[in-house]
């Protein structure tokens, strides 16, 4: 980034946040900005992660994550694709009444989406079926005509995604992530009449005004590729940030946008040079890490501003670009949460929120107690009872409607933005706490904890395990594995901290593996777990097995080593003898075996127990130590695999076992324990179906204390990161509170005696009954390569009873104004 574009971002923020002090308090203007201000921070959401929704404007309701907002040539039309776990649709909108006018379910559906010129026919990208969606616009209605078939449906690898049409030529352009191609299809005949690899995952492509070009965004390939349509061949490749995505072309076709969502930056590329000519940073702060995501771009018709859809900041960025190469910010405006594209039309802007506008209770659902329950989720995952309201499908997408801003309401728009976020700056460096805390609050200065072990498990809320716990803010009854199954869980909280108002950032496993080692989920990630986790096909791309969904920056490990740290990995991101990433090769234990359903834990633990003593004994023990304990997922009612309560037992006699085990070595007072779940799988939770168990010991760790204080993943990341000099690696474990209220400024020598599990950890399933029919059906090798929903269920009715019913999963909003906001109102 230019210093210039520095020194504007740096004046932006001091000039939004102090713009109200300089001004005349009694102008008319300064009064139309505080009130602004004091109207929106009045209906501030909070969210799960700490950060807040302030959305303006107007607003209609959409379907299940929309991806993509396209613009109908009269301008007449807007056009909306919804590509999340439950209902996928393409809506048709009335740009002018800002009026739905018709809806159409889909079986698959993904970002591509245009309109043909005359604007009789949209067509759409159909997913996994590898097909582009065609429908006829008829009285202002969407009728589905043939489709154009690009191969076979999914597992056949094609996917489409961006599409561009030439009505002039009959041609249709689309492009694939799975397959990582460009196909040129006939509108009229319906055949492929040409094909091009492209070299990596494609995420949109956009035609020249003459028609000669097709610029194509390479999500997986770090670059925008122009392709000759006539030779059909690639004629220009030109660099990119991490994960580009979106274009915008001017009116000139001189110069072309692209988003870059996992850089925090826009380029701007010189089409004569072939070259990037300027590069314009999206966050709210300048240099700041990942966790910004542009995803969607947009022009004022006057071209002088372009609207910029911070996906993870909740926002637009508003830039003057009417002189390019001297481009700089002028303001910010609030969305909803997660917007994904914007597009203007006249003095409007309209922006998709994919995830809507908070989150919500689901008194509809789910309703586990089906008499028949799909062995996947089929097409419509919403054609039978019980489904509205499961977590991957419940934040319900958006379109906002804004008027286009003045100074004074751009000015209070952006001190709002800023008020929403809790990452700033200087907390890169600083961080909450007391002075000798062993959790240090300046980044780089020395904790007297030397050790750091991080133990992540699979998928349980706060109430399943610990709910039958007093001392905490615990339902009994929604209690699946209490202290019986649990006693090392129990003992961990009750004899170090008891954390009850924990919650995990991610969704499902997918993000949630993401999410607990970089602090950060990227665009690729968030918008491609949805369709398999809705039955609609693809792969588990998670976990470090496909550089598209890495963070910008890399994982806790890639941190860990460029601040010299040593590290060693027990069955997390390496497994089946080989590393997922790069950095791990060499710092991972071979005899520790990885996810597996059917190896049980507690020889997990005792194979980390001799790699542990001969690191000790050798004095080469890493400072972060990271391991995986994954049975607490269980096999369901799978007929002779182990019971949910001899998996969930086996899982916590191995963590009672570990942390035994550290405290009797000599490193005890200088180590600690950290334990999380990578997710809370959807199950009953009567706070919200975030909430989840965490929990720390070691020798500065308090004793018997309860800390009601909120944390998340990223504050448990942060934890580490501040006791072992890391700076963070995203805008998320930056903002999160660090966990040092569970520490003392002294250590306790203290040990832990590990608990023998009150039930048989030999237990098999053995009873046939449909959930067992269920279960045998289900893909047990990699996490959540299932419906979590349907598979809370089994394990709540094989618990339970049969015809036993699970209780909705709670969903929380929580309105959090921070004290210097509510000063701020006053």
Known sequence: ?????????????????????????????????????????????????????????????????????????????????????????????????????????????????????????????????????????????????EPIVLGKPWPVKISPTGISVDDAKNRIYVVTKEDSSLYICDTQTKKTIGKLSLGAAAYTCLLSNDKKELYVSLWGGSRVVIVNTETQKISAEIATNKNPNDLLLTKDGKFLYVANGNDNTVGLIDLTKRQISETLTTSLFPDAPVGTTPNGLALSEDEKILYIANADNNCLAVFDVEIKGRSHSVGFIPTGWYPTAVKTIGSKIFVTNGKGFSSKANPKGPNPNLSKVPQQIGPNPQAYTG???????????????????????????????????????????????????PIPMKVGDKSPIKYVFYIIKENRTYDQILGDMKEGNGDASLCLFPEKVTPNQHALARQFVLLDNFYVDAEVSADG??????????????????????????????????????????????????????????????????????????????????????????????A????????????????????????????????????????????????????????????????????????????????????????????????????????????????????????????????????????????????????????????????????????????????????????????????????SIMPAPRRGAFVRLEKEDEEEED
């Open 1 to 145: 980034m230019t210093n210039y574009l520095k020194l504007g971002l740096c004046l932006l923020l001091c000039g939004v946040l102090t713009y109200g002090c300089k001004k005349n308090a009694g102008s008319s203007a300064g009064r139309e900005e505080a009130a602004i201000v004091k109207a929106l921070s009045s209906k501030r959401i909070g969210l799960p992660n700490g950060w807040s929704l302030t959305p303006v404007g107007r607003s209609l309701d959409l379907d299940d994550l929309p991806l993509n907002l396209v613009v109908s040539p009269s301008k007449k039309y807007l056009a909306v694709t919804n590509n999340g776990q439950s209902t996928q649709s393409i809506i048709l909108i009335d740009a002018t009444l800002e009026k739905v006018l018709d809806s159409a379910i889909v079986a698959k559906s993904y970002l591509g989406l245009a309109f043909s010129q005359d604007e009789k026919t949209i067509y759409a990208s159909g997913g996994n079926d590898n097909k582009i969606l065609v429908f006829k616009i008829d009285n202002q209605q969407l009728v589905p005509a």
């Open 513 to 606: 593996h993401n999410w607990s080692s970089a602090a950060y989920a990227n665009d690729y990630v968030e918008k491609n777990w949805v369709t398999s986790y809705g039955g609609r096909g693809g792969t588990y791309d998670y976990e470090g097995s496909k550089d598209i969904a890495h963070p910008r920056d890399g994982f806790i490990w890639d941190h860990a080593l460029r601040a010299g740290l040593t590290f060693r990995s027990y069955g997390w991101f390496a497994d089946e003898g080989k590393a997922n990433i790069k950095t791990l090769e060499g710092n991972y234990c071979p005899t520790f075996k990885g996810y597996d359903l059917g190896y049980k834990d507690i020889d997990r633990e005792a």
């Open 608 to 803: 980390w127990e001799k790699d542990f003593d001969e690191l000790l004994a050798a004095g080469k023990l890493p400072r972060l130590n990271t391991l995986r304990f994954g049975n607490d997922h269980t096999s369901g009612a799978s007929v002779g695999k182990p019971t949910p309560f001899a998996a969930v037992a086996d899982n916590d006699l191995a963590v009672g076992r570990f942390v035994e085990h550290l405290s009797k070595s000599k490193v005890w007072n200088e180590s600690v324990v950290f334990i999380l779940e990578d997710d809370a799988q959807n199950g009953p939770d009567h706070v919200d179906a975030h909430r989840s168990i965490a929990f720390v010991a070691g020798g500065f760790v308090k004793r018997g204390f309860v800390d009601h204080t909120m944390y998340s993943t990223s504050g448990m990341l942060r934890t580490m990161e501040l006791i072992l000099g890391i700076k963070p690696m995203s805008q998320y474990d930056a903002a999160a509170t660090p966990m040092w209220r569970c520490f003392n400024k002294t250590a306790n020598p203290a040990g832990f005696t590990s608990l023998e599990a009150g039930v048989d950890l030999t237990q098999k399933n053995v009873a046939v009954n449909s959930n067992s029919r269920q279960s045998d059906q289900f893909d047990l090798s990699v996490p959540d390569a299932i419906d979590d929903l349907v598979f809370s269920r089994i394990v709540w009715q094989t618990v339970r009873g049969e015809k």
């Open 387 to 437: 489904r509205e309201q499961y977590i991957g499908g419940l934040f319900k997408g958006t379109l906002s409607i804004i008027d286009s801003p003045s100074a004074e309401t751009l000015s209070a728009y952006s001190r709002v933005v800023y008020a929403n976020t809790p990452y700033t700056k200087n907390k890169e460096l600083n961080a909450e706490g007391e002075a000798g805390n």
